[in-house]
């Protein structure tokens, strides 16, 4: 049998993941460790995550809201956790990965106005679920994969999440063995009692089954180790089987749950339940050295991150994961310090500043505490720090060495100020008729060329790259010439287009900006090479502070 004709004949498996009690208990990285799992065991593996709230993807969402937009390679705009998917698997999402209730309305809606229902009338079942219900079957179909884990967001009990639970109890009654439903809860500690509480799992699990959902694994996500009787009166109350209770104990790094998990025999116990033949040995070595390298690396690389969301830290998720996986390579821990753009001023940059090893300047919208980005630029520049800016933080370093280097003390964005007489960095000539927010923009995946003797072209080791982008605003080409007598040099572009995608002076020891965003594609077995190359730099400034040869 030929191997295309031997994935056709394969039953996908397909995984719920459900969450109970609280929300953020982390069914993402959950969702992820367990597709890392059955990865390094051989099978073929996709997650998806749908989301129950209204908006058609996350891209008009609030990072202080919502946390961070992460893009997938064919320009979707998506919930943070399609991030921990990618770190955890190195697989490329794609816009068939995340689904909000919203879309799911919308195609609904737009076949009811194409006449596709024939009059009939349109109600939550079976319609709404029958579409959830084709977009989760449709990942599996053809044998593409062994397992579809679909995460369902939100916690069990929310109204918003009912359309979603009905069709995950139906596609459980329609697959059989195939469909297997994971249940992920929070066991709180009582500091005053000192005792562990099982009561609220039990009340989430009752709720699942008044759905018509009876979980097959619970994972209990703790702060104290759960004894084993304990977890014992869990699956007894929730009618699942005892070894099916597993806890999830906090971890410093999340990347350590892929194999707290594997020792609980969660990917063996998957196998049993869907009734898969196993597959031999697995392979964690590569996960492994990487946890070792996480583990025993003592030196500490400081690097500065300087945003207007520095409150919230899932706003930079992606970025801050990137810089762990380039520091545990790069033999260090990483000390990783928020500071507040609006809280930068002349006066205070030295003390803020002085003592980082590297700086990255974050990407954004909106005029906002740029300010503050523009007078940590112009410190790191004078000072030649290892600086790194991200779409709107490269687009700063222009706006900041045109002023204080060009002598345009007037030059801007035309984000920031439409009237600008130096719009350095301008709209794009296609988003200038475009007034729908959503969806709008330079989206996914583009080709960037590189100079080869330039700081990424050396990082990379190639010239022609791919990465992603998320932006309305461009580097204006009418000002390249005087940029580049200036020092600024344009060592990236559009292939096509002939829009900068990256800046850099040459005359510094790394001073590189990006108008892509190179974080949403670091992975923990792939870490991105532009963020290793910044790492190294800045950990070479810290050595030669201090005196190290």
Known sequence: MSRSNKYLSVETK?????????????KGIISSSLARLLLSRGYRVTIQKFDPYINIDSGTLNPYEHGECYVTVDGHEADLDLGHYERFTDIKTTRNNNLTAGRIYQAVIN?????????????????ITDEIKRNIKSLGTKGRYDFVITEIGGTVGDIESTPFLEAVRQLKWELGRNALSLHLTYVPYLEAAKELKTKPTQHSVKQLQAI?????????????????????????????????VIQSLDANSIYKVPMMMHEQHLDDLVLRLTGTESK??????????????????????????????????DAYKSINESLIQAATYCHHKLNLVYIHSEKLNEENVDERLSDMDGI???????QRGVEGKFIALKWCRENDIPTFGICLGMQCMVIEFARNELGLTDANSTEMDPHTPYNVIDLMEEQKS????????????????????STPAKAYGQQIIKERHRHRFEFNNEFLDRFERAGMKCVGENPETGLVEVIEIPSLSWYVGTQYHPEYQSTVLHPNPLFLSFVKAAIKYQEKKDGID
């Open 14 to 26: 397909y995984i719920f993941v459900t969450g109970g009690v609280a929300s953020s208990l982390g």
């Open 111 to 127: 076949k009811e106005r194409r006449g596709d229902y024939l009059g009939k009338t349109i109600q939550i079942i079976p319609h």
């Open 212 to 244: 018509g959902i009876q979980p097959d694994i619970l994972v209990l996500r703790t702060e104290k180790d759960i004894p084993t009787s304990m977890r014992r009166k869990v699956a007894q109350f929730c009618n699942v089987a005892p070894d099916a």
């Open 280 to 313: 031999g040995v697995a392979d964690y070595a590569a996960w492994n050295e990487f946890l070792r390298k996480l583990d025993s690396s003592t030196r500490v690389v400081t690097i500065g991150l300087v945003g207007k969301y520095v409150e919230l830290q």
């Open 360 to 366: 990255v300047v974050a990407p954004g919208f909106g």
């Open 434 to 453: 475009v007034s729908n927010m959503g969806g709008s923009m330079r989206l996914g995946a583009y080709e960037c060329w590189l100079d080869p003797d």
